[in-house]
Structures are given as C-alpha cells and as structure tokens.
C-alpha cells in the first residue's frame, strides 16, 4: 500500500513557475513508476509526466515538454514537478500517481495509486 500526498499548487500568473511535490508512504518506493496528471473543469483527465524507478527515463505530454521537469528523490520518498513558463491552460488539479510498472505509461489505467489532487490556477 502507498500513500501519496500532493503540495506546492497554488495561483501564478502566466509566465510564473511552480514546483509541485508528491511524497509517498512505504519503504520500496523505488520501486515503483511516478507520474504527474491533471484534470481541469469539464475535462478528463490527461498525462502530464512519468518517471521510471530509477529516475534515469522520463516522458512528457507534448503539451508540456520542454516547460516541465519530473524528477524524484528516492531517499525522501517524493517525486518533483517543476513547472515553467506556465499558460492559462495549464490550470487544472495536478494529481501524483504510482505504478508497479516497470514500463512508463501515459495511461491512468496503469498506476495503482493516487494522491488527493493539488489546484494549480494560472491567471492571464
């Protein structure tokens, strides 16, 4: 069982950045696959980024890449979003997730656990 928390959301004007934080319970959490999505109002929800155990490989939504970096910390257990050049349509909830992978997935379907949700808000 893993237990995820979501910090760091908050409202930015465009342009701003945030660095979003995901910490995980439990002591094998290099085991598993980390990856970031986000669900604005009306919509579903969609990828944003994965990272392997390790932290060596990690993919983007084409949305984000090249404005957002996933990264992780496997001796404090948590897993990093930071977030650049931030749009308006970047507003969403941003959930953290965890996959017994050990293959990275775009798919919600392939991650076993899920944080709360953090509101990140991007005024024009």
């Known amino acids: 069982q893993v237990q995820l928390v979501e910090s760091g959301g908050g409202l930015v004007q465009a342009g701003g950045s945030l660095r979003l934080s995901c910490a995980a319970s439990?002591?094998?959490?290099?085991?598993?696959?980390m990856g970031w999505f986000r669900q604005a109002p009306g919509k579903e929800r969609e990828f944003v980024a994965t990272?392997?155990?390790?932290?060596?490989?990690?993919y983007y939504a084409d949305s984000v890449k090249g404005r957002f970096t996933i990264s992780r910390d496997n001796a404090k257990n948590t897993v990093y979003l930071q977030m650049n050049s931030l749009k308006p349509e970047d507003t969403a909830v941003y959930y953290c997730?965890?996959?017994?992978?050990?293959?990275?997935?775009?798919?919600?379907?392939?991650?076993?656990?899920w944080g709360q949700g953090t509101q990140v808000t991007v005024s024009s």
């Open positions: 439990g002591r094998t959490f290099s085991n598993y696959v």
């Open positions: 990272i392997t155990g390790s932290g060596a490989s990690a």
């Open positions: 997730a965890a996959g017994r992978g050990p293959y990275l997935s775009t798919r919600a379907m392939a991650y076993d656990y």
